[in-house]
């Protein structure tokens, strides 16, 4: 099979496997989108009288049928295809080739990539948003199921001030909800049409309609001028990595606390059993691998968003094959969201505390205590303080012993 712009030179595998790389095996979540934007395309020319209902009717019929194949794991991209959008349109070509040879026309791969890219990525965005809210409901119940549980609120990891498992799960809840709509806000800059701006510049000659292929594919806008399209690739990208990095940091902020209170010398939580692993000399150890997996995977976001990020850089305008590299660590960090996404959705509901390992010290109370006395005795509060953190200290010597140890 033929790449679209092969001109007969014999094909040196080395520099194939070099470029095409791994995106052979990238693109095939990109094959359903290059399907539905190949057809609004092929409609528009249609429409325009630039090829006939006959041509028009074979290219929906073709790409729906190969599509189905895809879907149905019939066919993969090949190296040698190197993409997807060459494995559609010489697939197509194979079954008809007289329509086949016609799609191409008024476009390039270069706005073909986006289309596709960008369709894949405003579904992406909605359901990593619809994760992330699953999963902050999953959290209010919680905080349902443990409404009068008690828990300490650390600051620099000493116990600070009484607070409670709904307080707790409340600050996730709210937090995974704003890292939800931000996903959301990353659709801003992917939702606009690429078609018709083809290699960079527009076409000569030919009537294009890029209204209609905006209307057909749900694009809120028209990206214009034609030469802004390559200079915008990478940017919606890399904000949408950076709202999937804000939402792994809260996740793995999430597993960070729950490794804690699962700890032994706090047992304040039970993890489901499911989910730890047994150590192979430790007899008597559950491990919270999964946890540590997910704290550890924010490594892994800014890395991607780093990655994404730099590959623009520096680059002059219009399509450079460099912007190809930034789909590895797009559809890495995608990937990586959903995944912990669905972890925590299925560790959440199962987690128990253990309310009789929960001690509230009295050291806890002492800014309370500091308020009831400015407030009762109308003490200035900075004297308060100073009596309550005595009567803390020695809280700390005298009845300190258990727990997590006092604060101060
Ligand atoms: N795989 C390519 C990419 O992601 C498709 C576009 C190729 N265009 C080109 N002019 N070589 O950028």
């Not at 000493?158 to 709210?174: D, F, I, K, R």
């Not at 990020?309 to 680059?315: D, R, Y």
Request: hydrophobic share 40%; net charge negative.
């Amino acid at each position: 099979m033929s790449r679209l712009w092969d001109k007969g030179d014999p094909l040196d595998r080395g520099v194939l496997r070099f470029t095409a790389g791994e995106d052979h095996a990238l693109d095939e979540r990109l094959v359903r989108y290059d399907v539905v934007a190949s057809i609004a395309h092929a409609r528009m020319l249609a429409r325009q009288g630039l090829i006939d209902d006959q041509h028009l009717e074979d290219i929906v019929t073709g790409l729906e049928a190969i599509g189905a194949g895809h879907a149905a794991g019939e066919w993969h991209i090949t190296l040698q295809e190197e993409d997807a959008h060459t494995a559609l349109e010489s697939r197509l070509t194979e079954r008809a080739p007289e329509a086949g040879a016609r799609l191409h026309l008024g476009r390039s791969r270069n706005d073909q990539v986006l289309a596709a890219l960008r369709l894949y990525l405003l579904d992406a965005c909605r359901q990593l948003h619809d994760g992330a809210v699953t999963l902050a409901s999953a959290l209010d119940d919680l905080a349902e199921r443990e409404s009068d549980t008690p828990l300490p609120g650390y600051t620099h990891l000493q116990p600070a001030m009484p607070s409670s498992v709904p307080l707790w799960a409340g600050a996730y809840a709210t937090e995974i909800r704003d890292d939800a709509e931000g996903l959301l806000a990353a659709r801003r800059r992917l939702d606009q049409n690429p078609l018709g701006s083809a290699a960079g510049y527009g076409v000569p000659v030919l009537p294009l309609d890029r209204e209609q292929t905006r209307e057909t594919l749900g694009f809120s806008r028209t990206q214009e001028p034609v030469t802004a399209v390559q200079l915008s690739r990478g940017k919606g990208e890399s904000q949408l990595l950076f709202e999937i990095h804000l939402l792994l940091t809260d996740l793995g902020r999430l597993a960070a606390d729950l490794i804690l209170f699962c700890t032994q010398e706090f047992s304040f939580v039970a993890l489901p059993g499911h989910m730890t692993t047994g150590s192979s000399i430790m007899p008597q150890k559950r491990n919270p691998d999964v946890f540590e997996l997910i704290r550890g995977r924010c490594a892994t976001s800014m890395g991607c968003l780093v990655e994404a990020l730099t590959v623009t850089t520096k680059l002059t305008s219009g399509y450079h094959r460099d912007l190809q590299l930034i789909k590895a660590p797009l559809f890495r960090g995608i990937d990586l969201a959903e995944d912990v996404l669905e972890m925590l959705a299925t560790a959440v509901p199962e987690i128990r505390f253990i309310r009789e390992n929960i001690r509230l010290e009295q050291s806890l109370y002492a800014t309370e205590e500091a308020y009831r006395l400015t407030v009762d005795e109308g003490i200035p509060f900075r004297d308060c303080l100073l009596y309550t953190s005595d009567a803390a200290d020695e809280d700390l010597v005298v009845g300190g012993g258990g727990g997590g140890g006092g604060g101060g």
